[in-house]
């Protein structure tokens, strides 16, 4: 064989590993309605948007979930449905918008007997068959530690020159998902200085740990911390133990509630010529709600109300009501609109009853 063939050999067999390694690295397709065809490793899936990766582009792609015909993947996902089943396993198309999950029950262990499925859902040897638009949840097992890590952070800035006004505000978000709980902790901040006015300062703060049941039940512990100057708050604090339950759980919409008991301690700030105020510890039932809409263009719409009726303190009830718009305007950049209002029907001395605040902030999100 001459040097100018073998040669040739061996720029075939470097070409046919080549492709071959491609192959296999590009485990996933997609089928668009449009008929166009997407191939790459899909990432994740989350509020009706998935996340693939592609050779033949710098970024990833953004696909709608809605917009996805049929889908092929070798890769094992977290998956989640819209009736709060959870699986782990590969996912692909049978037949027009409808899916095989090949899994094992993760709700088996929860179960005393058996229940009849409905006429939607086939179950059989670890494969269960559903219509693809009730996938509300997808992330890649093999990804690791970041790829279930989400983290957001916004800043806001303002300057008025008639009172010298300014005005900083900081919010962030970091969140871990597991297989069967979530934990998740955020912190917003806000200060205020004006000319002949006293300084103006807020911050609250939350941390918060989910253990996923079936049917969409959660089990809930959330620690509270709040510092807010308008009601003379110098720190107060609440542990929350109780049950959640998601009533819509779609591409478009999550809304839900959670309900249970709240220990709740105060610690008042000092106010100069007047007796100090003795902490406040009370116990509360609390029971909210809230409501995340996604399916809105590029705007997204959180709202979130919880009510504390005291009973340690008889007559005493307190909200918490929390409101967020936000726009992206480019990859994982938004502006967000927000409000928070507290209000207190027995608050300390010299205090008032409600305290809110208006922030606009822009963003950037994992």
Do not use: C
Not at 7 to 19: D, E, G, I, T, Y
Not at 146 to 161: E, Q
């Amino acid at each position: 064989m001459s040097s100018t063939l073998r040669f040739k050999v061996l720029l075939l067999n470097l070409a046919s590993l080549a492709l071959f390694f491609t192959a296999n690295a590009q485990t996933d397709s997609l089928i668009l309605k449009n008929k166009n065809i997407i191939v790459g490793e899909i990432k994740s899936m989350d509020k009706g948007v998935l996340t693939i990766e592609t050779d033949y582009s710098d970024s990833d792609f953004k696909v709608s979930w809605s917009g996805i015909d049929k889908i092929f993947s070798k890769t094992k996902f977290l998956i989640t449905t819209e009736d709060g089943r959870r699986f782990n396993g590969t996912i692909n198309s049978t037949e027009d918008e409808v899916v095989s999950i090949d899994t094992y029950d993760p709700e088996a262990i929860f179960r005393l007997k058996k229940k009849p499925l409905d006429k939607k859902t086939e179950v059989n040897q670890g494969i269960v068959s559903i219509p693809i638009d009730q996938v509300v949840y997808l992330n890649a097992l093999d990804e690791g530690f970041w790829s279930r890590l989400s983290a957001s952070i916004d800043l806001g800035w303002s300057v008025t020159k008639a009172n010298n006004l300014r005005q900083l505000s900081i919010r962030s978000g970091v969140g871990y998902l597991a297989d069967r709980w979530k934990l998740s902790a955020s912190i917003n901040t806000l200060s205020s200085n004006q000319d002949e006015v006293d300084p103006t300062k807020r911050t609250d703060a939350d941390l918060t740990y989910n253990y996923f049941l079936p049917k969409d039940w959660y089990l809930l512990y959330n620690i509270t911390f709040l510092s807010n100057t308008e009601q003379l708050i110098k720190l107060r604090t609440g542990n929350k133990v109780g049950l959640g339950k998601y009533l819509v759980h779609t591409n478009k919409t999550y809304f839900g509630f959670t309900a249970g008991v709240n220990f709740n301690n105060e610690v008042y700030i000092e106010e100069e010529g007047t007796p100090p105020t003795d902490p406040r510890r009370t116990g509360e039932a609390f029971i909210g709600s809230e409501l995340n809409l996604y399916d809105i263009g590029d705007l997204t719409l959180f709202t979130n109300v919880v009510a504390y009726p005291s009973f340690s303190e008889s007559g005493r009830f307190r909200t918490d009501f929390k409101l967020d718009v936000k726009y992206e305007f480019l990859s994982d950049f938004y502006v967000k609109l927000g409000t928070t209002v507290n209000y207190d029907n027995r608050p300390v001395a010299g205090a008032t009853t409600v305290d809110y605040v208006f922030q606009t902030t822009v963003g950037w999100s994992l």
